[in-house]
Structures are given as structure tokens and as C-alpha cells.
């Protein structure tokens, strides 16, 4: 999953089946190489765990020193982007992309994109098990239950390095205090890492590969007689093709975070067809909600609200969100399109941002 070219792109992900199996020794090592190759590399986060042979990978690397957040009596570290991008570095290294921290209302992939933003290129890694598609697989498969999530599109706009390891290669890892202290080996062994949930991870990790996660994720359940996962809920987001349609969709990928829902952006066209400057701005929006882990569709309407309406119904949104402008085919009515979506629909949560 790379540039036909070769060129490595700004992204690249080292996507392990589970904890243990060498991503973050591979993140480092790819660092050490393009370090040597005249890049100037900094960690701008790193995770540990105690392990030697993470030690020793980090070797002569420039560490970023972490910000700390201070957040309801507690003191955290995690990701400086201000200061990595001030660094100078070429590329920066970061550790556990799914990862969030309290304080921080962004996910660390959000802070990623930022450093994307700002031209680094960026190493990182994530388990199979924190993919937006697969994490509800993974959870009742292994019983381990939800964790954090990055979403699936975000992770594919760069290269991936699928790492997988044999079941027992793992396990043997593990039983030797490789991964983990000497206290936790037995339950880690016992528990989360038994041989059927580390097939389970590896088949979801090569179904993600090939875009089969459902296929092969409901398949697994079936086998094991587990029920299916309920589906994600649902945040919608209307934009005109404004400005201010950023706002809008910003707003709605933090509701859309907060509930760990599927965002959906939707531009009604009544027009039957869209001026070039607003052509622009829509293309932008597009590619933000693709950056924002959401999707972008444009749909045909006499009128934004009621299509925004049956948009959300099909969806089954949970939440929708607009800009609070009035629509000019309106001004009869002298409603906004946020207060005609709340009659039409009185079981939604309707929500106007600038």
C-alpha cells in the first residue's frame, strides 16, 4: 500500500496485528535509516513500556520534549505540535496515532494531520484493533471491549506496513518478558493474547488490506456464534458551499468524536448546478471531511432542509449540523434551516454553528 513511484508519502502508518509485534521498533528503525540518509529526524512521541530493545532503536534520535496538559486535578504529557513544528525536523516520528489524551479534546491523528498540514512527513503507528472498521469486530472477538479509534480513510491517504507475527511467535514473545513486565505476563497470556484472538487480529488485519473488514469480521463472528456489532451512530453536516462551511464541518467532527459516530457531510444542490467559486469551496469541504475521517456527498433538493431532513433519516442521525445563515428560498417564512430541521425533525439534535 505505497506510492507506485516509490517516493515514500508524507504519511506512513506501521499498522501491528496487536500490541508487541515490533511497530514502534519499526517506526524507530525507519527513523535511524532516513536519519542517516541526511533527513533531520525528530520523536515527537514515543511509548516505551519498559522495553529494551525500544531503548536501544531510539539510540541518538532528537527527542521533542511533550507538552503538559493539566486536566481536572491531574498532570499528562503528549504531543508537542507547536514545538515540533518548530523544530526544523524533516520528519517526525509518533508513536500510538489512535491515542488520546485527557485535556486534549483532539485525538493524537488530529494533531498528526496538523503536522501533515504543516509540510513534515510524518512515521507512525497503530494496532489493527484501533482501525474505525474494525475496532467493533476486535472488541467482540477478543472481549476486551471498545478503545480509541483513528479513522480508516485518514490512515490510507499514506503509506501502511502491515505487521504481523505468528500467534505463538507472540505468545513467545510475551511468555520471555519481552513485552511486558514479569507480574502481567500470565494474565496478558491468559487473557487478551490467547492463540484465537491473535488469528482473529491477524485476519482482520489482511481483511483491512484488501477491503474486506465486514466480510471477514462477520464471518469470524458467525463462527464463534457472537453476535454482530451494533451500527455507529451518525452525525450529519450541512454545508451551502460558504466560508463558512469549515465551522460547520469542524463542529460536527467534534460531535462526531465525542460519540465516536460516523460524520457525514452533505451539500444540498437546489440549484441544479453550482457556480464556480462555490464549486471551490465545496472541493475544499470535500476534502476536509475526508481529512476529518468523514465522507462528502451532494445531494439534489427543492429545498436544503427537507433533503438535509431525509438525509438524516436514511442515516439515522443522531445529530445535525448547520450554519445558522437564513436560505434565501426561505425568506417567505423567515426560518432558518436549522429551525425547519428541528420540526421535521423533533427526535434529532439540531445544531447551528458559525
Known sequence: MSDPSGAPRPLRTYLGIAPGVGKTYAMLAEG???QEAGERVVVGWVERHGRAETRAQLGDL????????????????????????????????VDELAHSVPGNQRGRWEDVADLLAAGLHVVTTTNVANLRSVRD?????????????????????????????????????????????A????????????????EALSELGRAWVTATVETVGTDLLARRGLAQP???PVVVAGVSGSKRGEHVIRAAARRA?????????????????????????????????????????????????????????ARQASTVVVGPSRSRLL??????????????LPETAVEEHA
Open 32 to 34: 535511524r535509516r532516513r
Open 230 to 232: 451494533a451500527s455507529r
Open 331 to 344: 425568506t417567505s417564512t423567515r426560518r432558518s434551516v436549522g429551525s425547519r430541521l428541528r420540526r421535521l
Open 62 to 93: 532528537e527527542v521533542v520534549p511533550p507538552r503538559t496538559i493539566s486536566y481536572r486535578g491531574g498532570t499528562f504529557l503528549d504531543l508537542d505540535v507547536q514545538a515540533v513544528a518548530a523544530s526544523g525536523a524533516d520528519v517526525v516520528l
Open 183 to 198: 507480574d502481567q505476563v500470565g494474565g496478558a497470556l491468559g487473557d487478551y493474547f490467547r492463540a484465537p484472538n491473535l
Open 137 to 181: 469486530y476486535a472488541a467482540r472477538l477478543t472481549g476486551a471491549g471498545a478503545v480509541e479509534s483513528v479513522p480508516d480513510e485518514f490512515v490510507r491517504s499514506g503509506d501502511v506496513v502491515l505487521i504481523d507475527l505468528a500467534p505463538e511467535a507472540l505468545r513467545q514473545r510475551i511468555a520471555s518478558g519481552r513485552v511486558y513486565s
Open 257 to 313: 468524536s465525542e460519540a465516536d459516530a460516523e460524520l457525514v457531510v452533505v451539500h444540498v444542490d437546489v440549484d441544479g448546478g453550482v457556480p464556480a467559486r462555490r464549486r471551490q469551496e465545496l472541493e475544499r469541504a470535500r476534502d476536509l471531511a475526508v481529512e476529518l475521517g468523514g465522507t462528502f456527498s451532494e445531494v439534489f433538493g427543492s429545498a436544503p432542509a427537507p433533503a438535509l431532513a431525509e438525509v438524516a433519516r
